[in-house]
């Protein structure tokens, strides 16, 4: 079956995770991906952990499915190579900041005059809207700055941020599907067009639908951290014999399913315990309950009485427990991949299960550059001679 972007070339100047996911992801269903770095390969590189053979392990699991090739944007010989592809491609990527691309030669208003058709997905800390606009932001300042930060964590503990950053992979979603979107339109128009992705609209955009905003703005409340609980309905983490697990009670039916579970069955009637808001209040009694209830139990057996009831839980699980688990293989969400020098390295299977346009996984990270000779080949016809020259010239 032909994957559903097969035929759109994408450059992709991204580094780290967030854009880098979002090529990711059109790679995944088909799109040709050409990750484009500095001679010498980019900084992401040198983000631990690494692999024994001192390759960066991060970039191997974010740049699968892509080509690799050089690029020099501050020669004047790579300026021209850039001309030169724009004219060939459909999609950039970027996230060198508001300001950043400019410098890079990567300016959208320019650069469509080659191409009219050209989409860039442009992501930045802020937005290139506002009085914040240049400002620099990871994953984590994009969780301070949106409240999330705040309400992660235990009453008795500072703010916490989450240790898998939801903000870069979320901005990398919303960056994928903004492609897609802005690929129909080309569709039907021709035109292209610039998306002008921040991360801090992610952020604000999933504190906001979980409704944390609105609760302060209607009824005057600071959401609080309150560690493993659920706002105004019960769950929490609780500790077996052999490891935590995590018991989730919300709805009626569902929790008069718990009570009965941890053999309490009186507390699916009492009134304590009437409502998901009645259960939130009275947690630190359920919690007492439950404790006493698992604690002489390993993580399995409590899970099987659970499961029983139909009740929504889940060991506490590690890298280790995942990389086997018979669920995550029957979804092929881990697959192993061979990398020179290092063996095969587990990376994420692909999401997105579309049956008559199924994503595929046909190549592992590219080294430095490895691309170079194929892609600037066959897009622009380069002789080797040309490109023997290009590089000592330093354009690539």
């Known amino acids: 079956m032909k994957p559903v972007l097969e035929g759109i070339k994408v450059l992709d100047f991204s580094r780290y995770i ?3 996911y979002a090529s990711l992801l059109l790679a995944d269903m088909g799109a040709e991906v050409i990750r484009v770095e500095r ?12 692999a024994p053979n001192g390759q960066s392990i991060s970039v191997m699991c974010q740049t699968r499915n892509k080509k690799g090739i050089t690029l020099n944007l501050q020669s004047e010989g790579g300026r021209k190579l850039l001309a030169d592809l724009v004219k060939q491609i459909d999609v950039i990527v970027e996230n060198f900041g508001t300001g950043g691309k400019e410098a890079m030669g990567l300016d959208y208003t320019n650069l469509s005059k080659l191409n009219p058709g050209l989409i860039m997905l ?4 802020f937005g290139t809207t506002g009085p914040l606009a240049r400002r ?5 300042v994009a969780q301070a700055f949106a409240g999330a930060m705040s309400i992660t964590g235990f009453p008795e503990a500072p703010p916490t941020r989450s240790a898998v950053p939801w903000v870069d992979f979320g901005t990398g979603v919303y960056g ?3 492609v897609a979107l802005a690929l129909y339109h080309r569709k039907e128009t ?3 067009q610039l998306i002008d992705m921040a991360m801090l609209d992610t952020a604000v955009s999933y504190v906001a639908a979980f409704g944390v905003p609105a609760e302060y703005a209607v009824t005057g409340v600071v ?4 560690g493993n609980h659920s706002y105004y309905n019960f769950s929490n983490c609780f500790q077996a014999r052999d490891g935590w697990v995590f018991i989730s009670g919300i709805g009626d039916n569902l929790w008069r399913r718990l009570a009965e579970a941890i053999g309490k069955p009186e507390w699916g009637a009492d009134p304590r315990f009437a409502t998901n808001t009645a259960r939130f209040d009275n947690r630190l009694v359920i919690d007492e309950a439950i404790n006493g209830w698992i604690e002489d139990k390993t993580s399995a057996q409590a899970i099987d009485i659970l499961e029983n009831k139909r009740v929504p839980c889940c060991r506490v699980n590690s890298a280790a427990d995942i990389l086997d688990h018979p669920q995550v293989k029957a979804r092929e969400m881990i697959v192993e991949l061979d990398y020179p020098g290092v063996g095969k390295v587990p990376v994420s299977g692909i999401p997105l299960k579309l049956p008559k346009t199924p994503g595929t996984i046909r190549r592992r990270a590219p080294n430095v550059g490895e691309h170079n000779p194929e892609v600037y080949g066959e897009l622009l016809g ?11 010239d330093g354009a690539i």
């Open 39 to 50: 001679p010498g390969g980019e900084d992401d590189r040198q983000l631990g952990p690494f």
């Open 190 to 192: 021709g035109e292209g």
């Open 18 to 20: 967030s854009g880098p």
């Open 176 to 178: 994928a599907l903004a």
């Open 136 to 140: 620099l932001a990871f994953d984590p």
């Open 382 to 392: 380069l002789s080797e001679k040309e490109l023997a020259a290009l590089r000592k």
């Open 223 to 226: 959401r609080p951290r309150d």
């Open 122 to 125: 442009s992501i930045s800390g």
